[in-house]
T-cell receptor, first 114, second 113 residues
């Protein structure tokens, strides 16, 4: 089955620690995205990538980093500079970045701070 | 810049009653509009979207929405609510030159027996 997988489902971060969230898609999509969801605030864009080896900051990129070395993969690192990382993180992909293309979402990773 | 306002963070309906979830957008250029549904601790699933053409859009699970440019609205409706419709619903807007979806804050739908 084609789709988007995210791992782990739950992730615990200690203070000062960097953690990496995995996102893999087998839909052959060019564009991939990372969103952060907080209760009552909808989803906010962290980073997006239109093509391999290229990515752009979204609205709330501070304290996060990404890489796009393969078309299928778009991992997100939450660095120690992100002071309030507790949230639900959603990865998405679309055939292309522009136009009215549908973004398909993964099941999410919930990050909690110890 | 484009934005979305969803009126009502919580909506409660009886099973079998009409579902109406409101979404208004602001955009200086023709928008693309989306409705997504999210069940607890899951990702988002597309219900329907408007890009061009017919302004009444039919989606999955019996939902539909009408794009009204004069009212800058894209309200989501379903004639008869089912218990399984209880979830969080998000309206989102995008423009042709952009890459990200701009989401509303969501509406939580409760369906009572």
């Amino acid at each position: 089955d084609g789709g988007i997988t995210q791992s782990p489902k739950y992730l615990f971060r200690k203070e000062g620690q960097n953690v990496t969230l995995s996102c893999e898609q087998n839909l052959n999509h060019d564009a991939m995205y990372w969103y952060r969801q907080d209760p009552g605030q909808g989803l906010r864009l962290i980073y997006y990538s239109q093509i391999v080896n290229d990515f752009q900051k979204g609205d709330i990129a501070e304290g996060y980093s990404v890489s796009r070395e393969k078309k299928e993969s778009f991992p997100l690192t939450v660095t120690s500079a992100q002071k309030n990382p507790t949230a639900f993180y959603l990865c998405a992909s679309s055939i292309q970045g522009g136009g009215g293309e549908t973004q398909y979402f993964g099941p999410g990773t919930r990050l909690l701070v110890l | 810049a484009q934005s979305v306002t969803q009126l009502g963070s919580h909506v409660s309906v009886s099973e079998g009653a009409l579902v109406l979830l409101r979404c208004n957008y602001s955009s200086s250029v023709p928008p693309y509009l989306f409705w997504y549904v999210q069940y607890p601790n899951q990702g988002l699933q597309l219900l329907l979207k408007y890009t061009t053409g017919a302004t009444l859009v039919k989606g999955i699970n019996g939902f539909e929405a009408e794009f009204k440019k004069s009212e800058t609205s894209f309200h989501l409706t379903k004639p008869s609510a089912h218990m399984s419709d209880a979830a969080e619903y998000f309206c989102a807007v995008k423009v042709n030159s952009g890459y990200a979806l701009n989401f509303g804050k969501g509406t939580s739908l409760l369906v009572t027996p």
